[in-house]
């Protein structure tokens, strides 16, 4: 008998330990949905623009100009299949040339950033110069970003690609555009997918306002927030973990003005 409380006072003890440890893990944020890279897919890749890579500044997503937002040159254009009416602008992809004789042996991959939709041209065929119509998948990628992973004289190369988690340091920037009855937030520097499903602001005299997406990286709310410190919630499309960047915003918020978050994605 002594023998039976002696093993399960231990075994006892033992799940106490798990559940503390578990609990703390949670707390950490260890359970937090993380997002995986996906498996290889096929897919053509062509450039657009100069070594300069000043053409894919602005673009459909509306992160403007690339350089000072963080994402450079390593950005390319999706073809409509991809891009998934703008829930697809800041997601990350390795590519890599495949199987042509352009492709840079040395190079494993590279990777990019989703930043502008190449849309489809219907006066071409999809297999002779409308390489990026329905239902083909397509990365019309930055000049420099090409050259990274195949000769540019090729103009086109088939490539493997999947999506990958995205590295960014610091948290989730926030883009102030619109007026005092409509605003409208351009929202970068997302980790993890890298993308958004959902978005809603809160002023510190207001409850919690569902935003709506306006166009790639966009989401608006029409109310009047002026004079308010505002917090948002924000979704991820691919793992639909939710957070919270408290307070982003100051009550002498301003449009024209980009507000960084402490939170982010994982």
Not at 86 to 96: F, L, N, P, R
Not at 209 to 216: A, T
């Amino acid at each position: 008998m002594a023998s039976f409380l002696r093993s399960f006072g231990f075994n006892f003890i033992l799940v106490v330990l798990i559940l503390a440890i578990a609990g703390k893990s949670n707390a950490l944020g260890y359970t937090h949905p993380i997002f995986r890279p996906g498996p290889w897919r096929l897919a053509h890749a062509t450039f657009y623009g100069d070594e300069s890579a000043s053409e894919t500044m602005g673009g459909a997503c509306g992160y403007g100009n690339l350089f000072s937002n963080g994402y450079g040159t390593d950005t390319a254009a999706l073809s409509s299949t991809l891009f998934n009416n703008g829930y697809a602008c800041g997601t990350c992809y390795q590519i890599k040339c495949y199987n042509s004789p352009h492709c840079y042996k040395y190079v494993p991959f590279t990777t990019v950033t989703a930043t502008n939709l190449c849309p489809p041209n219907w006066s071409q065929d999809s297999n002779n110069g409308g390489w990026c119509n329905p239902p083909r998948a397509h990365f019309d990628m930055s000049k420099p970003a090409f050259m990274k992973i195949g000769a540019w004289k090729a103009g086109i190369v088939p490539v493997l690609f999947r999506r990958v988690p995205c590295i960014k340091p610091g948290g989730i920037r926030f883009a102030f555009q619109g007026n005092g009855y409509w605003l409208l937030v351009y929202v970068m520097n997302v980790a993890g997918g890298g993308d958004i499903a959902s978005m809603w602001v809160k002023g510190t005299r207001t409850g919690w306002i569902s935003m709506s997406h306006n166009w790639g990286a966009s989401y608006q709310a029409f109310a009047t927030l002026g004079g308010q410190a505002l917090s948002f919630k924000i979704q991820s499309y691919s793992t639909k973990e939710t957070i919270i960047a408290y307070n982003v915003a100051p009550a002498n918020w301003n449009v024209g003005l980009t507000y960084k978050s402490n939170v982010n994605f994982h």
